[in-house]
C-alpha cells in the first residue's frame, strides 16, 4: 500500500512513527477483551466511518481529533486506540494527541483493512 502514498505523506508518517506506539490490527480483540477501558477510535474521514466502522467505535476524524478529544475524552490516561484504512492517518493522529498530553495512546498498524475481517462490523 505504501506505494501508493506521495513520499511527502509518508515522511510525516515515518517521522510520528518514531514518536508513538504501535499495535498490530490483529492484537485489538485480546487488548479490548482485557482492558473495559479501552477506546476505539475511527480516525477516518466521515463518510468512511457512514459506509462501516467497527461497532463500537467512536468516530473523531483526523480533521477533528485535536479538536474534539478533550471535551470526549478528558481523562489523558485512558487508553485510546487509534485506527484509520491501514495505520498511516492514525499514526500522525495518535502523534498529535500525544503531544497534547495524552499518555496512552495508540496507532491500530492495518486499521480497518484488517479489523473489519476480525471484530464485528457497523
Known amino acids: 500500500m505504501a506505494s501508493t502514498h506521495p513520499p511527502g505523506f509518508l515522511s510525516l508518517v515515518t ?66 486506540y487509534l485506527y484509520c484504512g491501514g495505520g498511516f492517518r492514525s499514526a500522525i493522529a495518535a502523534d498529535n494527541v500525544q503531544k497534547m498530553g495524552y499518555t496512552n495512546v495508540y496507532s491500530i498498524d492495518g486499521g480497518w483493512r484488517v479489523l473489519k475481517d476480525i471484530l464485528p462490523v457497523e
Not at 476505539?40 to 466521515?46: S, Y
Open 15 to 80: 517521522d510520528a512513527r518514531g514518536r508513538i506506539k504501535e499495535v498490530q490490527a490483529r492484537e485489538i480483540p485480546s487488548i479490548l477483551a482485557a482492558d473495559p477501558k479501552a477506546r476505539l477510535i475511527d480516525t477516518r474521514e466521515e463518510s468512511e466511518f457512514a459506509a462501516g466502522h467497527i461497532k463500537g467505535a467512536e468516530w473523531l476524524g483526523k480533521g477533528v481529533i485535536e479538536r474534539d478529544i478533550e471535551a470526549k475524552h478528558p481523562n489523558k490516561s485512558e487508553p485510546l
